[in-house]
């Protein structure tokens, strides 16, 4: 038999479930954001400015890091985006349409879970940005 009542509290849970997941996810994704540019420190030396971006969009949370070039002509050099929610206790990375398992819940594994999966991008604008 259809109990409307029983679904609508299921439902209800599940959602604010998720978003306390949601909730207790964003200081660390900020964190991961902070070690990868720490990590990508030696672009500054080359005229580069390396930047992380978070965001929280409904059910899952986005980190963009950008690569820019510092000058009056500013290009965007380079834009690495991954995404990341709680899903049955295990955190789910997405990044180009792919699902990632196996990676804890903390910021210096993300950050270099996500430096390991743009290592080519990140080694191709370093290249780029050199002067010679």
Not at 4 to 18: G, I, V
Not at 110 to 130: D, N, P, T
């Amino acid at each position: 038999m259809l109990d409307l009542e029983k679904f609508e509290a299921e439902t209800l849970a599940n959602h604010r479930q998720q978003q306390q997941d949601l909730n207790h996810l964003l200081p660390i994704i900020e964190d991961a954001g902070a070690v990868i540019v720490e990590k990508l420190a030696l672009f500054k030396k080359y005229n580069r400015k390396v930047r992380s971006e978070v965001a929280d969009n409904g059910n899952h949370i986005s980190l963009t890091v950008i690569i820019t070039k510092v000058s009056p002509k500013r290009n965007d050099v380079a834009w690495l985006k991954s995404t990341y929610k709680i899903t049955d206790g295990h955190l789910t990375i997405r990044m180009h349409g792919q699902n990632y398992g196996g990676t804890a819940i903390d910021p210096e594994e993300i950050a270099c879970q996500f430096v390991y999966w743009y290592k080519a991008r990140i080694e191709e604008q370093f290249r780029y940005a050199l002067p010679f």
